[in-house]
């Protein structure tokens, strides 16, 4: 009987020992992996690779990531917010909305290579666009239209019922609680989403190989929104840092630019993450009742 | 009553619920169009050029014509076991450490865990996959040559770290919710039977979080499943079924990654990569369908039924 006790203590004092041991080895190669990458990638770089020129820099691409998220952006949070608002709101228990619910699962899981090939065969075959900044965006759109929508649906779920029932009860319609009380409340909760969803878009390269192309020649100053060159051109082509580090990869080997790019794009992405992380936590505070 | 603002009202309140209305439907549309289109365009392989569904998923001969005449062979096996294999080999690395991080996160040290451990484990699912990618490339690929003596370092097992390491926090993350909504009540009923936390841990924790946990792997395994560009970098291309860990080979997202530029409009080769595309599109649905029977059966559990 005394073995037996001994025995599951020894095994419960090696376990602890285990896990504590998984814990830390993960912790310090997720902070090596960081760090080697930024780092590193910052170490090895020279001042000209942060300039804005067609070659061997960074800039034109950071350029093209923010600006295509920014794109992709304008399409999906309207979208997703609405259908968010429709499934919180109005949508009835049945077939038509359990139906919408596994579409929306559907879209969150697809590869995004696949969805990339979508918005080639859409974008590119059948409109004729060519490889631009527009069809890349709306790919991209289609990635993290899931995302908002569901974010918007459980922000929306997730206030308290006398938000809409004292709007109700002041003679306002759905439309009017739902505009003037529900989403106020709501929005903070919404751009962690958003947020989320831009890291997301930040990082994307699978579903832009096909529809963005790699023209990086822009010429800074030419704000004619129909040249080939300018910025703000949407109808371009635009490489933007994941892509560039795909084609660092394939093409030349240079790898303190490609360096350079993951620092950057993982400084990018942490930065909206972490920043998502922080203000949701934020609002958990606020809404909690502690002083925020 | 001012009936004019009422009628304002009312109108903006259907004007607007139309649009909410619209949305929704969109996303159904889009979803819709989405297989819609992959099923035309991966149809064409049986359809237009004559293979047989057996010899697309069984056959290892792989020589599709780039043209619209067809006659080649479009036997997809090489890329079906590379995916097959990478992944399950990622999820036999990445599986026990996950559990062990979320356990720890958890159980033994909840308070580091909840402020520290997990904020960090979720910020580490957003990081690109280029970056894990190129960062396999540069580290891992000459580590693997230099420590197994090999001449290449491009491998399976290349593939199966970096997608391990990418789909930790997914796992991580699920299951630690799982763990989490394990009643207190059962815990302290086995403590309080005397049990140490480990046999805790083991016999009441484990089995009652199962299958959130299973669905926290299938999470994890769908999405090293589509993952792309990574696992390209590191896996060598070279179209020849692997013979150990340490061979090259292909896999379904990388083939269509690397060929789709090349291939004609119309051509044998593009219909087969197009087939591939709607086999990882049908694979996606299939492990939501598993996502929701073990999420059913959790919940059935939970109530106290048989499950």
């Not at chain 1, 228990?93 to 359990?98: D, Q």
Request: hydrophobic fraction near 50%; charge should be positive; include cysteine.
């Amino acid at each position: 009987m005394d073995k037996r006790i001994q025995r599951a203590r020894r095994a419960d004092r090696a376990m602890t020992g285990i896990f504590y041991g998984i814990a830390a080895f993960f912790f310090a190669l997720l902070l090596a992996f960081t760090g080697k990458v930024i780092i590193g990638g910052l170490m090895g770089a020279s001042p000209e690779m942060f300039a804005f020129a067609r070659q061997g820099a960074i800039g034109n691409q950071l350029f093209n990531t923010v600006y295509l998220v920014f794109i992709s952006l304008l399409v999906s949070v309207p979208l997703g917010v609405f259908a968010g608002i429709y499934l919180a709101m109005y949508a009835k228990p049945g077939l038509f909305t359990r139906f919408l619910r596994i579409c929306i699962e559907t879209l969150s899981s697809l590869p995004s290579i696949v969805v990339g090939l979508f918005g080639y065969l859409v974008f590119l075959v059948f409109m004729g666009m060519g490889k631009s900044l527009l069809a890349g965006a709306l790919s991209i759109s289609i990635l993290t239209l899931p995302l908002i929508t569901t974010t918007t649906e459980d922000a929306i779920k997730g206030l308290p019922a006398g938000y809409f029932q004292a709007g109700m009860g002041m003679g306002s319609t759905r439309w009017q609680a739902i505009f003037h009380v529900l989403l106020p409340a709501c929005i903070p909760r919404i751009m962690t989403g958003v947020i989320l969803a831009a890291g997301r878009g930040f990082g994307e390269a699978a579903a832009l190989l096909y529809t963005t192309g790699s023209g990086s020649s822009l010429r800074w100053g030419n704000w004619d929104i129909t040249s080939p060159t300018s910025p703000l051109n949407v109808l371009r082509p635009a490489e933007t840092l994941s892509i560039q580090i795909w084609n660092l990869q394939t093409n030349a080997q240079d790898a303190a630019l490609a360096n350079l790019a993951s620092a950057v794009l993982l400084l990018l992405v942490l930065l909206f993450n972490i920043g998502a992380n922080a203000w949701s936590r934020h609002i958990n505070r606020k809404n909690s009742g502690e002083k925020a | 009553m001012n009936t004019t603002t009422q009628k304002g009202m009312f109108g903006k309140e259907y004007a607007w619920r139309g649009i909410a209305v619209l949305c929704g439907l969109f996303v159904i549309a889009l979803t819709l169009v989405i297989g819609a289109f992959l099923i035309y365009k991966g149809s064409d392989t049986f359809l237009k050029f004559g293979h047989t569904l057996w010899e697309f998923l069984g056959s290892a001969k792989w020589h599709p014509v780039d043209s619209a005449e067809g006659g080649g062979a479009a036997g997809a096996l090489i890329f079906i076991t590379g995916s097959l294999v990478t992944c399950g080999l990622a999820l036999l690395i990445a599986t026990p450490f996950a559990l062990g991080s979320a356990i720890f996160m958890t159980e033994i040290s909840a308070r580091f865990g909840e402020k520290f451990y997990r904020p960090v484990v979720e910020i580490f699912a957003g990081i690109p996959s280029v970056v894990y990618g190129w960062v396999g490339l540069t580290v891992l690929v000459p580590f693997i040559r230099n420590v197994f003596d090999r001449q290449v370092g491009h491998s399976i097992l290349a593939a199966g770290i970096v997608l391990a390491v990418m789909i930790f926090p997914t796992i991580t993350s699920v299951s630690a919710d799982a763990i989490l909504a394990v009643p207190d009540a059962c815990r302290k009923a086995a403590y309080g039977l005397g049990s140490t936390r480990w046999q805790t841990i083991r016999h009441i924790v484990i089995p009652a979080a199962a299958p959130g946990i299973i669905s926290g792997i299938i999470l994890g395994l769908a999405r090293a499943f589509g993952e792309a560009l990574a696992v390209s970098m590191v896996i060598g291309q070279t179209t020849a079924l692997p013979k150990s860990i340490f061979s090259t080979t292909k896999t379904l997202t990388t083939e269509i990654a690397s060929q789709m530029g090349n291939a004609m409009e119309g051509g044998e080769l593009k219909s087969a990569l197009w087939s591939m595309a709607l086999l990882l599109f049908l694979v996606s649905l299939l492990f939501i369908t598993l996502i929701h029977y073990f999420t059913n059966k959790g919940k059935a559990k939970a109530e106290g039924g048989k499950a």
